[in-house]
T-cell receptor, first 114, second 110 residues
């Protein structure tokens, strides 16, 4: 079964450094989501893409976070500079077009900022 | 802002027991997703429903639209069912605009 690929699996970085995460959704999935999940909480949406366009980035801290999906396929989420409070699991998910398409998640990137 | 509340937060049971996890949601949510998250972090979509009941193997999900309440049931629970179960609600039938609950941490002891 096709999967959403994410890398790296784990990332440890010092505060004030830059960090980037990569996601490759299931082939043909037009919608891509980046979520942040703090330990003990549910995921929270950071940004949603429809093809190469941003549909929702209302919860993305734009002073330090950026996301792109240049060709409407894979996507990169960047944090610069990282802060201690950014330590969390960063999850990528994709879904197909249509109102009843389920979410398919990657395994996530666990970020620790020291 | 949409809200999703899950209960219980933690649940420990013995193998074979019937498990129920509850989810209440606010006005504005018309479809519910049930998700399973294993310790490694990966999340699997179990069900999407906007009415009635769905069944897959030993898992059953129900939704009561009038009461804005959904339940996930596990019959004949097994240690491999141990995971975090997350309820998420959205305004439509798809995955846009989801509000996630905090999850129910389920442990099934042999």
């Amino acid at each position: 079964e096709a999967e959403v690929a994410q890398s790296p699996r784990y990332k440890i970085t010092e505060k004030s450094q830059a960090v980037a995460f990569w996601c490759d959704p299931i082939s043909g999935h037009a919608t891509l989501y980046w979520y942040r999940q703090i330990l003990g909480q549910g995921p929270e949406l950071l940004v949603q893409f429809q093809d190469e366009s941003v549909v929702d980035d209302s919860q993305l801290p734009k002073d330090r976070f950026s996301a792109e999906r240049l060709k409407g396929v894979d996507s990169t989420l960047k944090i610069q500079p990282a802060e201690l409070g950014d330590s969390a699991m960063y999850l990528c998910a994709s879904s197909n077009r249509g109102r009843v398409s389920p979410l398919h998640f990657g395994n996530g990137t666990r970020l620790t900022v020291t | 802002k949409n809200e999703v509340e899950q209960s219980p937060q933690n649940l420990t049971a013995q193998e074979g027991e019937f498990i129920t996890i509850n989810c209440s949601y606010s006005v504005g949510i018309s479809a519910l997703h049930w998700l399973q998250q294993h310790p490694g972090g990966g999340i699997v979509s179990l069900f999407m429903l906007s009415s009635g009941k769905k069944k897959h193997g030993r898992l059953i999900a129900t939704i009561n639209i009038q009461e804005k309440h959904s339940s996930l049931h596990i019959t004949a629970s097994h240690p491999r069912d141990s995971a975090v179960y997350i309820c998420a609600g959205g305004p439509g039938g798809g995955a846009d605009g989801l509000t996630f609950g905090k999850g129910t941490h389920l442990i099934i002891q042999p």
